[in-house]
């Protein structure tokens, strides 16, 4: 049976937390062009650190790795009593995509683990075959009940309220290098199946530079079960300025489960984040892909002051009881994402 079947669905991201889990960089040449090992791994100590002062923070690294992973985040100022690593051999570290996607009981509580299929983007960037492994492993670990979704699915490609009403995008789920023998029907159905939502609200593309074909969540997330954060660019001459206007368009016209239009908060895009050479000539920056923390709110920075300071106010304004903390993503983003794309919460 699946996990719809037996009481399970995904909770909101602003739904308390027990933990959030990361995948800890690898060392190999294929990673930030083999250039900045040592910088990524003090990175996500600074942001393990950030985590861990609000809640759990839940490391997959291979063991031979940990003494040094601990190491990094303790001079990164890490509450230590909020640190788990697991031996949990990784790929990659895009966590949201290959890591599981956990589901709630409605009446007894419990957390268990979605288990969908990775081919790293539609078969972009091997090898992935640790990453497919992490939510089983995760659910042994863990000993939690695990559920085989049944199709791809990158949970970046998903953004989902408490009414049971989850966006994505055509660009993703339709695109033939996922699931090329399912049609839209079965891919809903599957989605309505595995995390127990009610409603399938999709927009067409996503942003320029981002190797997912694009993700939800560098587009819009919701922020209440009424009320949606929008990525808008209004400078026509921008390359990110006609799909996005496209999808407000369509936002503008999908409902609530209670009745009636979403509010559509706007976030501007930072401005164009190059990298001259690099194989991504735009990065995919976005300040929607923040990350939801028990009390908190962790948001990505573009070394852009005045970009940065609004995208903050703006957070701040949306999520007036929560703390909300910036941390420099400029690097990290030349992978193809930033603060979001990289961490998975776990229900409490």
């Known amino acids: 049976m699946t996990a719809a079947k037996n009481g399970f669905a995904m909770p909101a991201e602003w739904s308390r937390q027990e933990a959030i889990w990361l995948s800890w960089p690898v060392a190999d040449e294929r990673h930030w062009a083999g250039k900045k090992q040592d910088l990524m791994g003090e990175k996500f100590a600074e942001i393990a650190a950030a985590m861990s002062h609000f809640q759990l923070v839940r490391i997959n690294a291979p063991a031979r790795n940990h003494e040094h992973i601990r190491s990094l985040c303790l001079r990164g100022k ?17 966590c949201r995509d290959h890591g599981p996607i956990f589901v709630k009981h409605g009446e007894t509580g419990e957390v268990a683990v979605t288990d969908w299929g990775f081919n790293a983007w539609g078969g972009k960037f091997p090898p992935w075959d640790l990453d497919d492994s992490i939510p089983k492993k995760i659910a042994q670990s863990r000993e939690m009940r695990r559920f085989d979704g049944g199709m791809i699915l990158e949970g970046g490609a998903i953004e989902i309220n ?5 966006l994505t995008t055509e660009a993703v789920l339709l695109n033939p290098n996922r699931n090329p023998q399912m049609e839209r029907a079965e891919i809903e159905h599957h989605l309505r199946e595995g995390l127990g939502v009610k409603e399938i609200l999709w927009l067409k593309g996503g942003i320029v530079g981002d190797d997912t074909d694009g993700h939800i969540d560098d587009l819009v997330r919701f922020v209440s079960d009424e009320a949606m954060l929008v990525c808008v660019d209004k400078d026509s001459t921008s390359p990110n300025h006609r799909v996005l206007t496209e999808n407000f368009t369509d936002l503008k016209g999908f409902r609530k489960i209670s009745g009636g239009n979403f509010d559509l ?7 164009a984040c190059e ?18 923390v028990n009390h908190g709110v962790i948001v990505p ?3 852009q002051k005045a970009n940065d300071q609004r995208a903050l106010s703006i957070i701040r304004e949306i999520f007036p009881d929560r ?7 400029l690097d990290l983003v030349e992978e193809g994402g930033t603060l979001h794309c990289i961490s998975q919460q776990q229900p409490e």
């Open 78 to 94: 890490v509450n230590e009593r909020h640190l788990e690593l697991y031996d949990h051999p990784n790929n990659d570290v895009w």
């Open 162 to 166: 408490a009414a049971g009403q989850l």
């Open 265 to 271: 908060l706007e976030m501007p895009m930072p401005q």
């Open 275 to 292: 990298v001259p050479g690099w194989r991504l000539p735009v990065l995919p920056a976005s300040y929607v892909n923040y990350v939801l």
């Open 301 to 303: 920075q573009f070394r």
């Open 323 to 329: 703390e909300v903390v910036g941390i420099d993503c």
